[in-house]
T-cell receptor, first 111, second 114 residues
Framework: EDQVTQSPEALRLQEGESSSLNCSYT??????LFWYRQDPGKGPEFLFT???AGEEKEKERLKATLTKKESFLHITAPKPEDSATYLC????????????FGSGTQLTVLP | DAGVIQSPRHEVTEMGQEVTLRCKPI?????LFWYRQTMMRGLELLIY????????DSGMPEDRFSAKMPNASFSTLKIQPSEPRDSAVYFC????????????FGPGTRLTVL
């Protein structure tokens, strides 16, 4: 069974204090790993897809990286508007298009 | 593009009543997914369709849940009869597979069953 574990569950940062969120996964063949951002009362917003170990993608202050067992979402010099829950999901090679989600990391950036 | 559209945004009903949630996917997307999100279980896939055909409904919790996709621009998720444990946020997502694997989510319907 595919499993996704995210840590920490919650993270409080001061504005400008860089950090990383972790997503560990076990899957029978990875088709893709996805990062989403979810604001309160809204649906998850797509951020990145990573397909193979060593791949990296960036968007503004966010950079996602992938190894064979985990992914990191690095946040550089965060701002209060980066506060949200960040969700990680995996798509297994044999599962067509289903995504298995982790429970998320709730990030709070204080001004 | 308007994105995925869901209605209603909020639904409060009494136990035993029928509930119908609606979704309009992004135009041109041929895959549609229904998810449920709770604090205890997070985001769970209920069912997904490809080209209007249900592919996998193994996540549907009970026979009280049913989903249809009569055409490429509309899907419904029905709960009959509803129970308090069905209270959750229900999301619809669509994907342009095979051109891309990403799923794009709607704003969700917050369902409260009293």
């Amino acid at each position: 069974e595919d499993q996704v574990t995210q840590s920490p569950e919650a993270l409080r940062l001061q504005e400008g204090e860089s950090s990383s969120l972790n997503c560990s996964y076990t899957v029978s063949g990875l088709r893709g790993l996805f990062w989403y951002r979810q604001d309160p009362g809204k649906g998850p917003e797509f951020l990145f897809t990573l397909y193979s170990a060593g791949e990296e993608k960036e968007k503004e202050r966010l950079k996602a990286t992938l190894t064979k067992k985990e992914s990191f979402l690095h946040i550089t010099a965060p701002k209060p508007e980066d506060s949200a829950t960040y969700l990680c999901a995996v798509q297994a090679a044999g599962s067509a298009r289903q995504l298995t989600f982790g429970s998320g990391t709730q990030l709070t950036v204080l001004p | 593009d308007a994105g995925v559209i869901q209605s209603p945004r909020h639904e409060v009903t009494e136990m035993g009543q029928e509930v119908t949630l609606r979704c309009k996917p992004i135009s041109g997307h041929n895959s549609l997914f229904w998810y449920r999100q709770t604090m205890m279980r997070g985001l769970e896939l209920l069912i997904y369709f490809n080209n209007n055909v249900p592919i996998d409904d193994s996540g549907m919790p009970e026979d009280r849940f049913s989903a249809k996709m009569p055409n490429a621009s509309f899907s419904t998720l029905k709960i009959q009869p509803s129970e308090p444990r069905d209270s959750a946020v229900y999301f619809c997502a669509s994907s342009p597979w095979p051109s891309a694997n990403e799923q794009f989510f709607g704003p969700g319907t917050r369902l409260t069953v009293l």
